[in-house]
């Protein structure tokens, strides 16, 4: 596996890899774990070559956000790839990514608002603007990323059919199902936080999950379950809900009552100093 840092080389490698077939590019913020390498795997079934990219993005990271904090660990996560058969790993600086002098943001409207984005301000600009330069620099056949964070999925599809990047969308942009821990748990970066009492509290977040959208589906109204959700979350030992919320699936409009569209339903709780996110279909299959 090849690892560059910088874009000319990066330039070069992609474009011997893409005269020898598809190119999939999967990108992360580095700290891998099994649902990093799920998007791995999925990737090289669908392409010839995978490029990975690790960059922890500042922008994406509000002021009251801890970027120092965020786990660090090239050597592990470069050997886990290798291990995986990736064939490339691009691995900027912030000086690569963000030269001096840089003063140009990407704004994605609508899906981008409410949910995480509430709490979150800024984020989904940052996330945008870094996968749509990440996008222009590997100019990639295909990219996947994890349902886990199937906001920031919503915000990346809507900005990619925008600014026409990575044809033709529908096949291009891949969501790739959360991995999950044997009690349910989403795997996370975040989850290393968690103390080991919360961390067995935490398994209560996909739980009740399943409760309200099993009442949903039997009848029970969405405000009603979203209410008995988030006490259930609380008597758990959560701190406190952000949101849980039915959304339709490809646009975040929130509902009232299921129509014939998919439909979301989208959690985040706080545990301790942790804040943690998760989603699940309402209807099955
Ligand atoms: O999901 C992530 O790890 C990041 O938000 C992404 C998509 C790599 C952009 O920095």
């Keep these: 596996m090849q690892t560059v840092t910088q874009l000319d080389p990066l330039r070069r490698a992609v474009a011997m890899l893409k005269a020898d077939g598809p190119v999939a590019l999967v990108p992360t913020m580095g700290a891998l774990h099994e649902g990093h390498l799920a998007l791995v795997r999925e990737a090289a079934k669908r392409a010839a070559h995978v490029v990975v990219s690790i960059f922890v993005n500042p922008r994406q990271f509000g002021a009251n956000e801890d970027l120092g904090k965020y786990p660090r660990q090239l050597a592990a996560d470069t050997a886990l790839l290798a291990a995986e058969g990736v064939h490339l790993l691009w691995a900027p600086d912030a000086a690569a990514m963000y030269p001096p002098g840089y003063a140009t943001n990407v704004v994605v409207g609508g899906v981008s608002q409410g949910l995480c984005g509430a709490a979150r301000p800024g984020h989904f600009d940052g996330v945008a603007t870094v996968v749509c330069k990440l996008f222009n620099q590997v100019a990639p056949d295909l990219a996947l990323f994890g349902e886990k964070d199937w906001q920031q999925l919503a915000v990346i599809r809507r900005m990619a059919r ?55 589906r039997s009848g029970a109204p969405i405000r009603a379950a979203m209410a008995a959700l988030t006490a259930a979350l609380e008597d758990a030992g959560f701190a406190s809900v952000d949101f849980a919320e039915v959304r339709d699936a490809g646009d975040l409009t929130p509902l009232a009552e299921l129509g014939p569209d998919p439909a979301r339903l989208l959690v985040a709780a706080r545990i301790g100093g942790t804040r943690l996110i998760d989603n699940m279909p309402l209807q099955a299959g």
């Design 162 to 216: 925008d600014l026409d990047l990575l044809l033709p969308h529908a096949d291009a942009i891949i969501g790739v199902p959360t991995v999950r821990e044997a009690d349910g748990l989403a795997l996370s970066s975040r989850n290393a936080f968690l103390t080991p009492e919360q961390r067995q509290s935490a398994a209560a977040l996909p739980r009740s999950m399943a409760g309200a959208i099993a009442a949903i």
